[in-house]
Structures are given as structure tokens and as C-alpha cells.
């Protein structure tokens, strides 16, 4: 049973530049969340994905958007990158089973971003 | 709003030793509490999780937590580490009755087994 995927692995882009990050839930998942985890911090919530639509959003600027697939896959897009961005982003998956919130998260092992 | 503390940026201890990692919320609400860990070029791994009933929960790895409500608490307890332990341990929650089951993490909490 394959867990939860995400790619590439690692990427390295320019100030300014634009970045799309790619999650496949865990099987039988069907919300995806995205986290941002800086050096040395703990993860902090950026979105949540359930039937394709946006359900909750951190504080993060309008420069990340997302959008989930029929087959519940999810990107991550940032414009206009800074050096701020560099970060470990993390997907979560889950499973509304009735939109209860104590449905576990379940992390892939993250895409590694670094803004020059 | 809620938040997490972990008071210990870093744990040194030595093999088969017990340990306690710290974690205390605040929250106007209730709250679900979780540890996760993280081991090098990872990403993270559910430890144990509080939803309701008995306070003492026990998770994989030998790995304990006790929900204290007064004293807002949730430390993760282990009698005996090993150097397979070394990793970052983050505690987290999540709001009873939110919009989704997002996760409000603490900064995290190094636990360096030596030999």
C-alpha cells in the first residue's frame, strides 16, 4: 500500500520565479493538506483540499494556490518566489470519513525548495 | 487561537535511559493533541495520539503520552531510548468541532541518544 508521494524531491529556483509541487494521497485518501516547514520550525498549515475545493487556508499570501484532481492528487503553486520560501513543504493526506476532524494526517516525505 | 510550546529546543540523553519531552498548549477551545516524529530527510510519522478517554496513551516505539488538562500538558515519556530514537519530535493540535483536522505544530524538540 503505497503512503503518500510527492515530487520532485528536491528543487532549486531564483527570486521571482514560479514553483509547482505534486502529492498523491495515501490510498483511500481523499483531502490533501499542504504545511510549510522552515529550518529549525515546526510545520505551519497552509491549505487544505477536499472535493477539489479549498477548505481552509493558513496564513500564507495569495502567492500559494493549490487545486486538487479528480483523482484527489494535489498541486502546490508559488509566484513570485523569495528567499523566504525556502522551506521543507510537506503534504498530508487523510480521510473526511464523514469530515471529522480527528481523521489522522498522514505526511509524505516533502519536497525540499531552495529560493537563490 | 491555539498554539504549542515545546520548551526543549534540544534533549541529550544516553542510551537505555528514560526521557521526557516536553509540550503544554493554549487553546480556548478543546483540543486533540498529537506527537509526530521526524527522523533525518524524513518526513513525519505519527508517534500517538489524544482524542478522548484515558488520559495515558500509548503509542509505537515504547513511546507514552499523558494528558494533563489542567496544567494543559502533553509529554511524551519513554522508559528506555536507543540510539534508533534520535530524531525531531514534534507535538501538535487540532481543534475539536474546526473546519478540518489542520495541525498546529510546536517548534519542535531534538532528542540526541549517545552511546
Known amino acids: 500500500d503505497a503512503g503518500v508521494t510527492q515530487s520532485p524531491t528536491h528543487l532549486i529556483k531564483t527570486r521571482g520565479q514560479q514553483v509547482t509541487l505534486r502529492c498523491s494521497p495515501k490510498?483511500?485518501?481523499?483531502?490533501v493538506s499542504w504545511y510549510q516547514q522552515a529550518l529549525g520550525q515546526g510545520p505551519q498549515f497552509i491549505f487544505q483540499?477536499?472535493?477539489?475545493?479549498?477548505?481552509q487556508r493558513g496564513n500564507f499570501p495569495d502567492r500559494f494556490s493549490g487545486h486538487q484532481f479528480p483523482n484527489y492528487s494535489s498541486e502546490l503553486n508559488v509566484n513570485a518566489l523569495l528567499l523566504g520560501d525556502s522551506a521543507l513543504y510537506l503534504c498530508?493526506?487523510?480521510?473526511?470519513?464523514?469530515?471529522?476532524?480527528?481523521?489522522?494526517?498522514?505526511f509524505g516525505p516533502g519536497t525540499r525548495l531552495t529560493v537563490l | 487561537a491555539q498554539s504549542v510550546t515545546q520548551l526543549d529546543s534540544q534533549v541529550p540523553v544516553f542510551e537505555e535511559a528514560p526521557v521526557e519531552l516536553r509540550c503544554n498548549y493554549s487553546s480556548s477551545v478543546s483540543v486533540y493533541l498529537f506527537w509526530y516524529v521526524q527522523y533525518p530527510n524524513q518526513g513525519l510519522q505519527l508517534l500517538l495520539k489524544?482524542?478522548?478517554?484515558?488520559?495515558l496513551v500509548k503509542g509505537i516505539n515504547g513511546f507514552e503520552a499523558e494528558f494533563n488538562k489542567s496544567q494543559t500538558s502533553f509529554h511524551l515519556r519513554k522508559p528506555s531510548v536507543h540510539i534508533s530514537d534520535t530524531a525531531e519530535y514534534f507535538c501538535?493540535?487540532?481543534?475539536?468541532?474546526?473546519?478540518?483536522?489542520?495541525?498546529?505544530f510546536g517548534t519542535g524538540t531534538l532528542l540526541a541518544v549517545q552511546p
Open positions: 483540499y477536499y472535493e477539489e475545493e479549498e477548505r
Open positions: 489524544y482524542l478522548s478517554g484515558s488520559t
Open positions: 501538535a493540535v487540532s481543534v475539536l468541532g474546526g473546519a478540518t483536522n489542520k495541525l498546529i
Open positions: 490510498s483511500g485518501h481523499d483531502t
Open positions: 498530508a493526506s487523510s480521510s473526511r470519513a464523514g469530515q471529522t476532524v480527528t481523521d489522522t494526517q498522514y
